[in-house]
């Protein structure tokens, strides 16, 4: 005989109207019992293979697991703490979108000799989808600000109260290398940036280069603290006199949400650095491209405002400290000529076939000093 006082009870439940309480119970219950085995199966994995095993082997059960409902090898990813580089590291066309973008710029050779006309950047064609083509038609440049070095526009992100920037500037007191090296040396940013409130590398692939970092800065009173997670990577191409630096938000296992700060998680920005004669002579021109969701309640045009005043304002932080770097001679990490790191078996086995890395292309270890 089975005992009947637990079915009498569950059904009494039922009855009395907790029937989608129970299923919601029994759910929770399958769930957990899988989120522990798959923790289990993660700790196992993590005693029995090194890192770079685990994420070629994390790798391969991405690809595979990639386009499935629910997309599976996300969460074993997160779950043994890996960060999976195949799909995240920033690829060589997204380098030379952006210097391409650079050149288009320089084409329109009058940009800063008419005062009396507005001039727009011209518009970017992606070489993805021609719908892509047609929503950047659709919305055009908008000229915020004309200065005498620098000029700002911005555009509406479809489908978002947003805006993207661009900034075309030139600079003729410092040289690109020292620009360059200080935009990338986070720990002289921590000293030059009053906002910064942490800034730190969290991981880095000896492939590509590419490196994920954790930055969180002060906002505006009153206003709370934002933090990114962002993967950026940077290619020095000495043959055609090019400099880029591209950065977007990322997820990182090793870094998960903190109730002190705001996450943002929509954030990209490209930099173009195109000499006037060479690395380490002055000038240079410039091109940044930005936009990012800092997750405010305030009206379009009070964000707007806010990046509009705060971008020129960075630049300008950003300009001082390279002429103190230069002036005072503060040792700054020369990126530039530092060597990619050498790569493993392993580590090649990581990267995609269509993936070719470029020869121009410059990794951040073993930096020297400049």
Known sequence: MFPRRPLAAWLARARGGGLLGLLANQCRFVTGLRVRRAQQIAQLYSRLYSESSRCVLLGRLWRRLRGRPGHASALMAALS???????????????????????????????????????HPP???????????????EQPWE???????????????????????????????????????????????????????????????????SEVLHWVTHFPYPMYSRDYVYVRRYSVDQENNVMVLVSRAVDHPSVPES???????????????????????NGFDYLLTYSDN??????????????????????EKLHTATLKAKNMEIRVKDYISAKPLEVSSEAKATVQASERKSEGSCGPARIEYA
């Open 81 to 119: 703490g890996v960060f999976v580089w195949d799909e995240e590291r920033i690829q060589e066309e997204e380098l030379q979108r952006s210097i391409n973008e650079m050149k288009k710029l320089e084409e329109v050779s009058s940009i800063f000799q008419s005062s009396g006309v507005e001039c």
């Open 294 to 315: 800092p997750q405010t309640v305030f009206p379009r045009y009070c964000v707007s405002w806010m990046v509009s005043s705060g971008m020129p304002d960075f630049l």
């Open 143 to 209: 000229m915020v600000m004309d200065k005498k070095h620098f000029r700002l526009w911005r555009r509406p992100i479809a489908g978002t109260h947003l805006y993207q920037y661009r900034v075309f500037g030139t600079y003729t007191d410092v040289t690109p290398r020292q620009f360059f090296n200080v935009q990338l040396d986070t720990e002289y940013r921590k000293k030059w940036d009053a906002l910064v409130i942490k800034l730190e590398v969290i991981e880095r692939d000896s492939v590509s280069g």
């Open 259 to 281: 109730p002190e700060f705001v996450r943002v998680r929509s954030y990209e920005s490209q930099m173009v650095i195109r000499p006037h004669k060479s690395f380490d002579e």
């Open 123 to 137: 518009e970017p064609k992606s070489q993805t989808e021609g719908n892509e083509d047609l929503k950047d038609k």
